[in-house]
């Protein structure tokens, strides 16, 4: 596939969310703010960043939980590569930061 290199690990413990990884692909593409969250079905997953949804006045709505949601800009063409990628992250994160995804 590619060569991934995880130049970056920031902790950020917010309900699902575990933190924010920047990643190197094939020395070609840095991808910032990486987003780490837990799943109760899937274990650990990396998603490619998005941006925060607006409304039409420009506020970031909350759900009743007091969240906020964020859209995809950037998307993989098929499961496989962002399977890939996911557990690829994942595995880096360890590796270079054992303990830091319990």
């Not at 690990?9 to 837990?38: K, N, Q, S, T, Y």
């Not at 941006?51 to 964020?70: C, I, M, N, Q, Y």
């Amino acid at each position: 596939m590619f060569k991934l290199k995880l130049l970056d690990w920031v902790p950020h413990r917010d309900g699902a969310l575990f933190g924010f990884a920047r990643i190197e692909l094939d020395r070609v593409l840095v991808i910032a703010d990486v987003p780490v969250v837990a799943s109760k079905n899937r274990g650990y997953w990396a998603a490619l960043p998005g941006r925060l949804t607006l409304d039409e006045h420009g506020v970031a709505p909350h759900d009743p939980h007091d969240k906020t949601s964020a859209a995809s800009q950037v998307f993989w063409c098929d499961r496989v590569t962002a399977l890939w990628f996911s557990r690829t992250t994942i595995d880096a994160i360890r590796e270079q930061f054992p303990g830091a995804l319990p």
